[in-house]
């Protein structure tokens, strides 16, 4: 069993359920991961990625490995039959089936180059590694998705249905400025895991970041931002760059800004945004620093998410 995408949870309701009672109980499974290891493979940095799934390792009794492998790893080759007369000094097809006498399961960060979208859509350190692995892998971050968060983001939305009497939220994923080119891959696994929910569900960005047509499908999108935030109960901020220019930043419009008065539109909306945000560029520190703000639960539910999604993978290997 891998982890690589959000079309990996066959029941998103029963994996929240199941996460949720993790995090009521995280040490119950410890002997689960006796004797068993974790290779957490970086090729981009991260802080709660990294720090959340070593501790959802930890809590099931698990040995943890860390490589930062764009810095202390020897740069890989991905191409089959090539001279390496290059810069690149090892094939993944060495690097991944020794990391696999290692490692039980192997897990990687590797981010789009937002450069060439043919290349980065191939996803080619994550399927090099799931291609030559001989162990389960985990996605912690790829080109197209970043499914440990989106399932945190799940997590997090259902303890908040409550305040909801039974009623079907309305989640809007906005677009919201950033001086950098950012990758589309939070926003693809929280629109992917969306279309899983029984929700109204609203993506609003300027025209001209449309996100990749074949995620998106048929979900709603509106380019007047005001209008989409009427009647909203949560409201996801996250930049993206554009995809159709791809990697390029069209503009920085500040009006896009998550603000006190685009929160004041919504029905008393709850802020959610995967971290790490650029405070007022982004979201204002009003909205940030608001009771409504979610952000720092969404880090939390990063602990539960991996944490369920090892417990699964190392049930499947035990049996
Ligand atoms: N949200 C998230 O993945 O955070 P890091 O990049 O810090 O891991």
Redesign the pocket.
């Known amino acids: 069993m891998n982890y690589v995408s959000v079309k990996d949870i066959d029941s998103i309701d029963k994996w929240v359920k199941e996460a949720r009672e993790l995090k009521q109980s995280p040490f119950k499974h410890q002997s689960l991961g006796t004797n068993k290891t974790i290779g957490l493979l970086f090729f ?9 799934t070593q501790k959802a390792a930890q809590n099931l009794g698990m040995t943890t490995m860390v490589m930062n492998f764009d810095k202390e790893g020897w740069a890989l080759e991905y191409e089959d039959g090539i001279r390496m007369d290059q810069g690149k000094s090892e094939h993944i097809k060495e690097a991944a089936q020794v990391i696999s006498q290692f490692c039980d399961i192997i897990a990687i ?1 590797a981010f789009a180059s937002l450069e060439d979208k043919e290349k980065d859509k191939a996803e080619i350190v994550l399927n090099g590694f799931k291609k030559h692995a001989s162990v389960p892998i985990v996605n ?2 790829s080109s197209v998705g ?1 499914p ?2 989106a399932l945190a983001d799940a997590i997090t939305l259902d303890e908040q249905m409550e305040s909801l009497m039974g009623r079907k939220p309305k989640v809007v994923l906005s677009w919201a400025p950033h001086p950098k080119a950012l990758p589309h891959a ?1 926003a693809n696994s929280f629109v992917e895991m969306m279309q899983q929910q029984d929700a109204d569900f609203v993506i609003t960005h300027p025209k001209g970041y449309e996100l990749d047509a074949e995620i998106v499908d048929d979900s709603q999108i509106e380019y007047d931002q005001d209008k989409a935030f009427i009647g909203a109960d949560f409201i996801y901020t996250k930049n993206w760059s554009s995809f159709d220019d791809y990697g390029q930043v069209l503009h920085q419009d500040l009006s896009w800004t998550i603000s006190k008065e685009k929160m004041a539109l919504t029905n008393s909306a709850k802020f959610m945004h ?3 945000v650029r405070r007022n560029v982004v979201v204002s520190d009003a909205v940030l620093d608001s009771e409504n703000s979610l952000v720092i639960e ?2 939390n539910n ?1 602990t539960f998410s991996a944490q369920l999604v090892l417990k699964k993978i190392l049930e499947n290997l035990n049996k």
Request: glycine share 0%; charged share 25%.
């Open positions: 981009n940095p991260s802080l709660r990625t990294r720090l959340s960060r912690m971050e970043h440990l968060q939070v995967c971290l790490p969404q880090a990063r």
